[in-house]
Nanobody, 117 residues
């Protein structure tokens, strides 16, 4: 079992930056692929970025060049550095973990990110 807790959300002006953190506990963090999803009001949840246990990353086209996902296995923590934020980035951001391919096996409770214009 894995427990995921996000932090770092908040209100920021367009063009600003935020850093989200996801603290994991309860299992062997380093073996899991990790990622960030987001869900805006009235929209489907979408994958923003994903990082494998080996450190390979992939990003949604909408955030490439602006967001960076990383992980610190020694601290059981994953990060999402978000730069050049846009109002369209406003959403609840969720941390997720995969034991294998497919849909995530574990989810955090979400953290709100609001970007004002």
């Amino acid at each position: 079992q894995v427990q995921l807790v996000e932090s770092g959300g908040g209100l920021v002006q367009a063009g600003g930056s935020l850093r989200l953190s996801c603290a994991a506990s309860g299992s062997i963090f380093s073996r899991y692929a990790m990622g960030w999803f987001r869900q805006a009001p009235g929209k489907q949840r979408e994958l923003v970025a994903r990082i494998t246990s080996g450190g390979n990353t992939n990003y949604a086209d909408s955030v490439k060049g602006r967001f960076t996902i990383s992980r610190d296995n020694a601290k059981n923590t994953m990060f999402l550095q978000m730069n050049s934020l846009e109002p369209e980035d406003t959403a609840v951001y969720y941390c997720a973990a995969w034991r294998t391919l497919g849909v995530p096996d574990y989810w955090g409770q979400g953290t709100q990110v609001t970007v004002s214009s």
